[in-house]
């Protein structure tokens, strides 16, 4: 099996937001190790600020994997706008690695479908 491997300046945007507001999410990928390290930028289209989110992952022994994510320049964005508060993106992302992660990684296992 072959993987495909995203590279260094590649751009990928999404909606995202509250019920109240959608923003335009501005990600571009600034290093890549393959099958342990991904960074990318994280900002928004018509905002200021700009973060840093990277996601390690590193063997625990026991054909066990841990993923680390580290998120970082919050203070970049504005400070009265509420959306954009450090809380959410904590909750966001616990949220994201504790449910859906975590039954799509269940379902790939049950099925077969992880690479060793």
Not at 31 to 42: A, D, F, G, Y
Request: contains cysteine; charged residues 25%.
């Amino acid at each position: 099996m072959s993987l495909n491997f995203p590279e260094v300046g590649f751009e990928f945007r999404f909606w995202g937001g509250t019920e109240n507001r959608q923003y335009l999410h501005i990600c571009v990928i600034t290093e890549v190790i393959p099958v342990q390290r991904l960074c990318h930028t994280w900002s928004y289209e018509e905002t200021p600020g700009i973060t840093e989110l990277c996601f390690e992952i590193t063997p625990a022994g026991d054909n066990l994997s841990k993923l680390k994510l580290s998120h970082a320049g919050f203070e970049t964005f504005p400070a009265d706008n509420p959306d954009l508060d450090l809380k959410n993106f904590d909750e966001g992302w616990e949220y994201i690695l504790g449910t859906p992660l975590k039954n799509y990684l269940e379902k790939k296992l049950i099925a077969g479908g992880l690479v060793d």
